[in-house]
């Protein structure tokens, strides 16, 4: 299975991917899911991809052999983010169908993507394309997308995330999403991958690949981990709790 996720802040976006693609029991393997497309002071684009591995990978070379190969539209043809997404959305369903029509089976080849990215001087955006290729905007209540196994890392999400978080804010946010997702679903699994983009730059400058023995990855979780039990401990207590009762329960822990 997949978790990716995008954060649509006023300073900028932060996307998040997980790297296991699971189809079977004996066939479990690692490929990104987070897929980047830049050309300097004109524009960028972030992609990350849940769904068929075929349809996604096939997707991909697409996009690119049509930026080879001249062929219009393309991603650095496009004058609006919502040209972009409606060329990316074409291609998906162009895929899907293609791969339907050669197998004829009962395999299911849908994939859905997030498109995050800017062109020139125009508002950066993201885009959650779903299988059918129609797509949306993330609301302003919840400036956040999700593909994937999306419970697991929504609530921290829904509780601290709005358009004025930080960007480095919302990109631990992003981690410990990750992070809560990876400890309660072994269909998710690193390596992480993290990409921040601050508006307005048009070149992408911070960007990480989390092995799961990463120092960093390793602090982060040991961090929010012990964030949660002091939080715990620090909830009201119970008219019946005893202060032997609750002092146990700490160093119990």
């Known amino acids: 299975?997949?978790?990716?996720?995008?954060?649509?802040?006023?300073?900028?976006?932060?996307?998040?991917?997980?790297?296991?693609?699971?189809?079977?029991?004996?066939?479990?393997?690692?490929?990104?899911?987070?897929?980047?497309?830049?050309?300097?002071?004109n524009r960028v684009f972030g992609l990350l991809s849940a769904g068929n591995l075929a349809t996604t990978q096939l997707v991909i070379k697409r996009l690119q052999a049509d930026l080879d190969n001249g062929t219009t539209p393309n991603l650095l043809s496009v004058h609006t983010m919502h040209e972009a997404v409606d060329y990316v959305a074409s291609v998906s369903t162009h895929?899907?169908?293609?791969?339907?029509?050669?197998?004829?089976?009962?395999?299911?080849?849908?994939?859905?993507?997030?498109?995050?990215?800017?062109?020139?001087?125009?508002?950066?955006?993201?885009?959650?394309i779903y299988p059918q290729g129609n797509y949306i905007h993330e609301s302003n209540e919840h400036p956040f997308l999700q593909i994937g196994e999306i419970k697991y890392g929504k609530p921290i999400l829904d509780r601290v995330i709005n358009r004025n978080t930080s960007l480095e804010s919302a990109a631990r946010c992003a981690l410990v999403s990750m992070n809560s997702t990876v400890r309660s679903n072994l269909t998710v699994a690193p390596p992480v991958e993290l990409l921040v983009y601050d508006k307005d730059s048009l070149t992408i400058i911070h960007q990480l690949h989390l092995t799961e023995s990463d120092s960093f990855a390793k602090e982060l979780s040991l961090a929010w981990n012990e964030g949660l039990l002091r939080a715990l401990q620090n909830l009201p207590k119970f008219d019946w709790e005893s202060p032997a009762t609750i002092a146990s329960f700490n160093q119990s822990q």
Request: with cysteine.
């Open 1 to 41: 299975m997949t978790y990716c996720l995008a954060i649509n802040t006023h300073t900028g976006f932060v996307l998040c991917s997980d790297s296991r693609t699971n189809a079977g029991f004996d066939n479990v393997s690692t490929y990104s899911k987070m897929h980047t497309f830049v050309w300097p002071n």
């Open 95 to 128: 895929v899907q169908n293609l791969h339907v029509v050669r197998d004829g089976g009962t395999v299911n080849f849908e994939a859905t993507f997030i498109l995050a990215g800017q062109i020139g001087t125009t508002r950066h955006e993201t885009l959650m």
